[in-house]
């Protein structure tokens, strides 16, 4: 019986000691992963980066030959997408600066049911882009957010060089676009 109790000690003591060395490889472990899962997230992030980064060049570039030559007649009832590709409507009508003859605004209706309750948008030409490959143009909100855009029912366009001058300082706030 003497000849067990220092083996039986010496195996416990084997056995905890084994098990802090276990617990510590896992804790080590267990670092290396959150690391890693930190990488991966960065990584994510840079990627995301350079898609939405590599789509508004895209869409920059399609603007560009947009840009040069279109019809009012093709533009209105284009479709207007999100940059997740959630439909934002549909352009009804551009606003043209009498002074200048450059379009600024694309009247996009949004919201209502069976075009019942849709609200009228005039949202800044320069912000919208063109998806050539989709035939729409993006526009960089989200619902929620274009749903508090400033905006007017079909029936009360502003429609006097005042009325659209107060319209155009809450557009221009609204979606950050230097006058």
């Known amino acids: 019986m003497k000849s067990f109790t220092p083996i039986i000690a010496v195996s416990l003591l084997s056995a905890t000691l084994v098990g802090t060395t276990c617990a510590a490889d896992i804790h080590e472990k267990q670092k290396d992963l959150v690391e890693k899962q930190q990488e991966v997230r960065e990584a994510q992030k840079e990627l995301k980066?350079?898609?939405?980064?590599?789509l508004v060049e895209t869409t920059h570039e399609a603007?560009?030959?947009m840009l040069q030559v279109s019809r009012a007649s093709k533009i209105?009832?284009?479709n207007v997408k999100n940059t997740k590709g959630e439909n934002m409507g549909g352009i009804k009508d551009l606003v043209i600066d009498p002074e200048s003859g450059r379009?600024?605004?694309?009247v996009?209706?949004?919201?209502?049911?069976l075009g019942l309750g849709?609200?009228?948008f005039a949202i800044p030409w320069s912000v919208l882009q063109w998806n050539r490959e989709k035939e729409y143009y993006v526009l960089d909100l989200d619902k929620e957010t274009l749903k508090n855009a400033p905006g007017f029912d079909k029936d009360h366009w502003p429609d006097s060089s005042n009325k659209w001058d107060l319209q155009r300082e809450e557009i221009n706030q609204f979606y950050h676009v230097k006058p």
């Open 63 to 65: 603007n560009k030959e």
């Open 103 to 106: 379009v600024v605004y694309a």
């Open 49 to 54: 980066q350079e898609v939405r980064k590599e």
């Open 108 to 113: 996009v209706s949004f919201g209502g049911i």
């Open 118 to 120: 849709n609200k009228l």
């Open 76 to 78: 209105n009832g284009t």
